[in-house]
């Protein structure tokens, strides 16, 4: 009987439309994950995009999504027959409780289970067709679908059908079915807002109900190598998970068999209803007297405008009493909230920040809108399609009112729906910063920002999505055909048709800033709205004048009524509509393609590569160096406009006589009104790469200087179709001299890098850096290859009410035809590299220790001015003696935009640092965390030294210079600021970052002196090895070689120094005993797996405890694919420490260290006995992560026996 | 009043639906009574604005009904054969809505409307209940109270009796027979009794052709004494069939009853019977069938 039950069940369901739907649907996921060049879940260059990985994690994702339709399957499989009023037929026969329940089930969870089979599916046809990249392929591995389906995705979905099974089952309820999807929802987002924080990875691990938390655990450090060809072994969490969910999801069928009975126990919903009549109409007072005749209708404005309203209300009462609206409304907000509550947490090394206002929209942005967009195209079917559907077309088809009185009504209905569920998002977003202590709340930002733009946006895809279902021959057509227009807006832009004037109710996206608010990008985007309201509104009217009224099907019909429809206000409105629709669509299109340039990303890309093709043959040949630069730089904010005039210094310092100098301007759109070399005379333009070779009349000899001067135009009239120019704004311009004035020669910036678009094009497989060591590249500085250290002379004039500044000491400041006129000079020589700012700041100044310190702010963000004084007094006390004297009197911290980027930068004196990062910074409220304006600051404080004072030469490990010696300066400001036991946090971090970011690397890992400018090795492992180096050999010693570094390098023109000549000096200031460590950090890949296994405690007679550590160490090298192979552990010592509390925990504290000693350690196990004084609750080896350590979180460990 | 003229419909799929129908109805209530998918409702629709027909005109006073049906439509009052309801919408809510789309806005106008028609269609007592839970006679009375509103000059009401009891069904026709002579209330139906009972006017219409119209009383003097009964086995039946025209046929008592038409007495145990409309209903859709 069981299986005669689950065999009929399983045959109905697949039957059933969801699944087909559900499987092609999944199939086409899939299939679009592996065949499609633009989608990529988990895969990168190194990573196949059928590697066992990234199968197995998509599975997962896939899975995760798959509960709505599991539970569609699994809910109604007995709420059916309660329905269909079948429920008393069956129940009365003989079949058993159990094979009843069970049966069915079993039958809807294997149709489930076989329409999952679409992922698999999806990926392994994916991976064969002929035009997916081969290079981008691993070789076909059964077990990598195997396990992906059987061992994590089954159950999975096993979990979802069973919670939801049982609840439909016990509620007889499909809606509570579907609350309960979103209960589930939310209880899952609380646990990983809970669990989702360093130390609590193991906990997530085992009670993350869909095994997503345990497989990243096991996974989390996975080089490409290991993602391309390992799966995670059945064991520990990954194991216990399973374990675990299984026993629950079994736990909800056994409730669900419990609770369940046959006999309804209680009226049918039907019958209850009519009971409540039945009293209703006993207990109701008499019926009103009779009135005379019936009043006979009206037929006018009056009359209009209650049907209109009458009609909306109707309209919005149905969508707002459907359970399914609470759903999604409930849903949405969810999901809003978990990103809300997320998006101050989650700042640069784990920072907080203030919820203002601009970074709470930014969360809502895609969550929010995109369940707006499903809700648009849902209801718009459902209000289409009501009458029809519940037959009360006939009726309302033939009263009196007017035509209109059908989509209008509709429309605004949707519309205020829309509106209303945007103001919720608004609610939500408040009540978040209420609940997180930030009062400061900006309703009209709410609105103009983020409500009223978005509406009108998704009221527009309601329009659509109703006059396709007024023409549509069914709901589901309609909605079907919203589908694929949702999914052809997504694919579109990623085949190169980016243009939004053909992108239904799309325009260019408003960057949001505290600063400069919505700038003047709104003009544009406003346009684009106007342009798509105009097309809408011609919609609307066709679908008003093809609406079905009456009892007609057929399409021709109502085809044929449709010009009698459009005769009078409809006509006119429709002539109108077509007019502003023309008109604001060629003013677009002067906009985007005449007065802009309108290219998409792979016009772009293939420009990239004809630049290569056309000039890379000139990146050998010798130029002059640059040594003097004056600029002369009009900002007009508003316009925006800069103009830039200037000269440059030239001088011959290649030894030869030069006969031709390539001037290049980076970006392409710069006009280039005047340019001229002295003695020379343009011999070639390449126009489109604004790239031009000079040919002097007499050849420039050694030692010979001249002048090149040039006057350029960067603006943008109007708006453009993307791509706006962000870095001069009303509020908030911060550019660099690369944007405005030229370089000589040609050098890698700008050319394409990722290895399947150059095989695309046709170039060589790899752009890389020069070899270190290479005596070729140490002519030419890491910066630029034109100059090194330049006399700057810059006058910055910008609108009155704005500060400009510039690199350099302002030397004057006059306010003249509203403009306000600053010139910065240099008193040395400084990095040719500079920034123009302009913004209305206040201003703070502080001198100490002989400098002024400066912070220019937005007067909204007052938070961090101290702080960032302090930073800088804490970095120049630490600095100055331990490398060199700072070079300038004044330091200058400087605000400027975040749609400029979320980055800090340095310049000479002068430090940009993004509104986004660390001026909303919340950096008092949790001191557990790490201090980011602290750490951050004291970074680019050390870029005047690494960076203004050292530059290395343009090859391997040039980065390391400037970025990890940085990194190596901020982390000692903090360890003097907060003590060494409080730096595990930092080295916690860093190695996470560097461990994580591995397995995404593009093309190999390199050691760190030979980085190529890959930021998770010289930041991330940079703090590392730099850390370990001076707590080996000692900071002094570190520091000795550094200033030693700077006092052979400082300010000194090439040949440039490389990473070699810096790990020279450290070897020189190391014991023998320490060259292999300097050999494993610097020039290899080195890990270590360290664990303590067990850590034992015995109270000695003299009241002291012993503590027996039982240790496992191993060393690993790993090449550049991240394959590992072990080296032997000898020679080193390692730090045992014995605790009160575990290190990196909120309250630890150098109170909580009872032992720290350095011991000896090797390959394999051995033990550690360690005496303390008081009671050790914790212990364990490398406590505080200074070895870069494949699983850090098993150094310490509880202490037992004590 | 209404005047409906040769007019043609055919479906998508090639149904003919009405054809060459011609009708006059005056004021008053008119019966047209047909067998399921004789085209009633499709001539109902048609002259409800809600189909356009393929060809002919339709007249109500001065309105040419398809070229304005806008007109029509405000002093339509039409009930489906078959109308559903919007999910949690109570009958007062409803009502009040339905009198916005008719025309009454006023807020006055349309309390007085609504309260009596509650009151006349005897739903008071459960107005603020959702109509969902209604049931087929408390749904169909919430049908012709919304068809009242505005003072409708013309009333279709379709198939407004089947599936009701035989109490809701006296109760709905005693609401119909109060509404005043002075509008043209078409009742299309296939129970004869509704007609009988109520229609001083009536048409048959047998796949979509109007095979016979008239007062009642007159059709049925037509068939005085051509009407003739007999009490016979259901075995016989079938060779009564052969010798006779059965007009219809019904049990009693477990015996079968026959109603033949003869202008002569056929004799061999026949006995005259008046003939109620019944007859002449069953003898119309005979011989139609037969000419077909």
Known sequence: MFLKIAGFEFRYQTRQPIFWVAAILFVLLAFGSVASDNIQLGSTSNVHKNAPWVIAQSSLIFAVIYMFVTTAFVANVVVRDDDTGYGPLIYSTRVSKFDYLFGRFTGAYLAAALSFLAVPLGFLLGSVMPWVDRETLGPFMPQAYLFAYFFLALPVLLLSSAIFFALATVTRSMMWAYVGVVGFIILRSIFSLVLNRQGMESAAALWEPNGIAAFGLATRYWTASERNSLLPAIEGYVLWNKLLWLAISFGFLGLAYRLFHFETGKASRKQRRAEKLAVAAQDAPAPEPQAGPLPRPVFNGATARAQLWARTRLDMGQVFKSPAYFVLLALAALLSIVNLWLITDVSLYGGRTYPVTRVMITALNGVFSAMCVIIAIYYSGELVWRERERRTGEIIDATAAPDWAFILPKTLAISLVLVSTFAVSILVAMIIQTIKGYYHYDIGEYLLWWLLPQAIDVILIAILAIFVQAVSPHKFVGWGVMVLWLISSLVLGNLGFEHNLYQYASGPSVPLSDMNGQGHFWIGAYWFRLYWSAFALILLICAYGLWPRGTETRFQPRLRRLPRRLKGPAGVVLALAVAVFVGSGVYVFINTNVWNPYRTHLDDERYQAEYEKTLWRFHDLPEPTITAVKLDVDLYPHAPKVVTRGVYRIENRTGGALTDVHVRFLDRDLQVRALALQGARLKATYGRFNYRIFEFDVPMQPGEARTLSFETVREQRGFKNGGQLLSVVDNGTFLNNFEIAPLLGIDREGLLKDRAKRRKYGLTPELREPKLGDPAAARFSELRRDSDWVNADITLSTVADQTPIAPGYRVSTSVANGRRTSRFVTEAPINHFFSLQSARYAVKTVVQRDVATSVYYDPKHPWNVDRMIKTADAGLAYYDPNFSPYQFRQLRFLEFPAPAGAFAQSFANTVPWSEGLVFIADASSDPSRIDMVTYVGAHELAHQWWGHQVVGADEQGGTMLIETLAQYSALMVMKHMYGPDMIRKFLKYELDSYLRARGGEALEELPLERVENQPYIHYRKGSLVMYRLQDEIGEEAVNRALRKFLHAHAFRPAPYPNALELVNDFRAEAPADKQQLITDLFERITLYDLKTKTAVAKKRPDGRWDVTLTVEAKKLYANGQGKETEAPLVGETVDVGVFTAEPGKKDFSARNVLAMERLPIRSGVQTYVVTVAAKPLFAGIDPYNKRIDRNSSDNDIKVTGA | ?292
């Open chain 2, 1 to 292: 009043m209404l005047s409906i003229k040769d007019l043609t419909h055919v479906y998508a799929n090639g149904v003919r639906a009405l054809d060459d129908v011609s009708l006059e109805v005056p004021k008053g209530m008119f019966g047209l009574l047909g067998p399921n998918g004789a085209g009633k409702s499709t001539l109902m629709r048609s002259v409800a604005t809600l189909q356009t027909p393929t060809s002919g005109s339709i007249r109500f006073g001065d309105i040419d009904v398809i070229a304005q049906p806008e007109a029509l439509r405000r002093t339509l009052g039409y009930l489906p054969q078959d109308f559903g309801v919007y999910p949690r919408v109570s009958a007062y809510d409803m009502l009040d809505h339905m009198a916005v789309l008719k025309g009454v806005a006023d807020p006055k106008a349309r309390r007085d409307t609504v309260e009596s028609l509650l009151g006349q269609t005897n739903l008071w007592a459960v107005r603020k209940k959702a109509l969902a839970g209604f049931s087929g006679g408390m749904r169909q009375r919430f049908g012709i109270a919304q068809a009242l509103i505005g003072d409708p000059g013309l009333i279709i009401v379709d198939e407004p009796t089947a599936g009701l009891d035989p109490e809701e069904r006296n109760r709905f026709l005693n609401l119909l027979a109060e509404i005043g002579e002075n509008v043209v209330v078409i009742l299309s139906t296939h129970i004869v009794e509704d007609v009988a009972d109520l229609c001083p006017a009536m048409a048959i219409i047998v796949d979509g052709r109007i095979v016979r119209q008239g007062a009642p009383a007159d059709l049925m003097a037509s068939l005085k004494g051509r009407i003739w009964m007999k009490t016979i086995d259901k075995a016989e039946l079938e060779a009564a069939r052969l010798r006779y025209q059965v007009i219809s046929t019904r049990l009693f008592a477990g015996r079968t009853v026959i109603h033949v038409a003869a202008d002569t007495d056929p004799g061999d145990g026949f006995a005259p019977v008046s003939g109620g409309l019944e007859d002449v209903y069953f003898s119309t859709l005979a011989s139609a069938r037969k000419a077909a």
